[in-house]
């Protein structure tokens, strides 16, 4: 099912790329980050281009809770504890500038995309909790931002503890972007959907991104396509996972809030409303895991469904939709050049679920690289960092989860036969020898591949809630059909013809 971001706008269309190009700026991704990255570029006089592989902006841009806000969870005690008080102040002016930025850019470009000024908190509903919320309140208020200790909240339940951060805000993100796509085409840049990108060569001092049949040559690339599609140099793959997260939209007549909310623990609850029909719709967001756990995942949306109605007993459920976030082992967004030894090759991934203030620190700080300009918050989200250790556990966990994938997996015998894959449900099989991935269709039509990772391999787990092989090792997601959905895998999954005997 659609999010309520692309049901509820009319987007603009694009042609795929149909010849070999020259620009200065060719952008891989045509999300948030690289709408922003190419409008900034653009108004400079750059000419840019973005390649999207899909449809601009509905993937992680279409499937937010569309947030703008500095307050990124309880993160600025982890900060100062883990890096610095001046790091923290740094992330946190970083986001700051960002917001302002996206309301100085709607003022500007006379942008009609539902902004709207709202606080934003952090709540807890533990005992053991507030005490986070109290050292998050004073190391906020040490950074010089007027963070606030709250014991009452709009939402229909007691708290214990709230921080909360003032003036954030809230918007519709796809009537934002569409319009900066209309501002980057008038600037004279040019945009291509269903262009996918295989390949980057570097030739002399500049680039060659190929898609299927074409060459952008380009002196700079961005990546900006979620999650880095080349694995080397850079080796973003050692040093993020993805998790998945669910959202449901749904209309009460009981009154509703203002602000926006995030608890501290998980199962994590999110809220926030959005206008809806000449009245108001509630967002509410939970039930994340990490992307490809093997695990079932039909009560994703129940759960998120049987908390709104606990809430709002009238609740009437319009819209359900999911998306997918890169997570750094240190949990600071990875932003600026792609490698020491890539010169002029940008990337921004990482964003750990907050993409609408980092989306736009990251096109500051890309678009003031390619300026040759200094930006104060370059060394902050520096992107060739490499320190596993700072989060050891994590590392340790991707490491395991990739050899077990790798290795050991590929020895189990899987104890299902043809026969127990039921209508619309997918196993791993065992055929001659041979794992085979099987997606039964509702009308008996079977869908096999071999459940292998196009990226580096892992075995692939079976998502009963989307229909969708997902990969344990960087979540990567392919449809049943074999089509590559998420990054950082590039290729498809051949389907097997299956000659099926009794
Ligand atoms: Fe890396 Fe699957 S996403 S092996």
């Keep these: 099912m659609s999010s309520y971001w692309i049901d509820s706008v ?77 790091f923290a102040k740094s992330y946190l002016e970083a986001n700051e500038q960002a917001l302002h930025q996206i309301k100085q850019i709607i003022e500007e470009e006379n942008i009609n995309c539902d902004f709207e000024v709202q606080d934003n908190y952090v709540y807890t509903t533990l005992e053991d909790e507030v005490s986070k919320i109290k050292h998050e309140v004073q190391d906020v208020q040490n950074l010089g931002f007027p963070a606030e200790y709250v014991t009452d909240i709009q939402l229909p339940f007691d708290i214990l503890a709230a921080i909360k951060f003032p003036n954030q805000a809230q918007f519709h993100p796809l009537k934002y972007v569409n319009a900066l796509c209309k501002l980057i085409i008038k600037n004279g840049g040019s945009i291509y959907e269903n262009s996918k990108v295989y390949d980057v060569k570097k030739n002399d001092k500049l680039y060659n991104v190929k898609t299927e049949n074409n060459t952008v040559t380009a002196k700079y690339v961005v990546l900006a396509c979620h999650y880095p599609i080349i694995n080397a140099p850079g080796f973003y793959f050692l040093k993020m996972y993805q998790e998945t997260s669910y959202l449901i939209g749904f209309t009460t007549n009981a009154p509703l809030f203002d602000g926006m909310y995030i608890n501290t623990k998980t ?43 606990s ?92 050899t077990d994938s790798l290795i050991l997996d590929k020895f189990k015998i899987p104890k299902e036969t043809l026969s127990e894959v039921g209508k619309d449900e997918g196993k791993i099989i065992e055929i ?45 997601r392919f449809s049943y059909t074999g089509k590559s959905l998420y990054a950082p895998s590039i290729k498809d999954i051949d389907l097997i013809s299956l000659d099926i005997t009794e």
């Design 10 to 86: 009319k987007f603009d269309s694009y042609d795929s790329l149909k010849n070999d190009i020259s620009t200065d700026v060719c952008i891989i991704g045509g999300g948030i980050t690289g709408i922003v990255t190419a409008y900034l570029l653009s108004k400079s006089g750059y000419k840019v281009c973005i390649l999207e592989k899909d449809k601009i902006a509905h993937q992680t841009t279409g499937n937010t809770t569309a947030k703008i806000t500095s307050q990124h969870g309880l993160f600025y005690h982890y900060l100062t504890n883990n890096f610095s008080k001046e």
């Design 267 to 309: 199962p994590i609850a999110s809220f926030r409303t959005v206008p809806y029909n000449n009245t108001r719709m509630v967002i509410l967001g939970g039930s994340e895991h990490k992307t490809g756990a093997d695990m079932d995942l039909s009560d994703c949306y129940l759960n998120l469904e049987n908390y709104a109605k």
């Design 311 to 402: 809430l709002f007993p009238d609740a009437n459920i319009l819209y359900r939709w999911n998306t997918e976030d890169c997570i750094s082992l240190d949990k600071v967004p990875y932003i600026g050049k792609f490698s020491t030894i890539m010169p002029n090759m940008y990337v921004a991934t990482g964003f750990k679920k907050w993409g609408m203030t980092t989306s736009h620190v990251a096109a500051n700080i890309i678009s003031d690289f390619i300026q040759d300009k200094e930006n104060p918050y370059a060394e902050t989200f520096i992107s060739t960092r490499f320190k596993p250790i700072e989060n050891g556990t994590e590392f340790v966990n991707m490491l395991k989860q990739t």
């Design 432 to 476: 001659n020898g041979t794992k085979i991935g099987i997606y039964c269709d509702t009308n008996g039509k079977y869908y096999a591949l071999k459940p292998v990772c196009t990226h580096l391999g892992c075995e692939l787990s079976w998502n009963n809630l989307d229909k969708t092989w997902d990969c344990p090792c960087h979540g990567s």
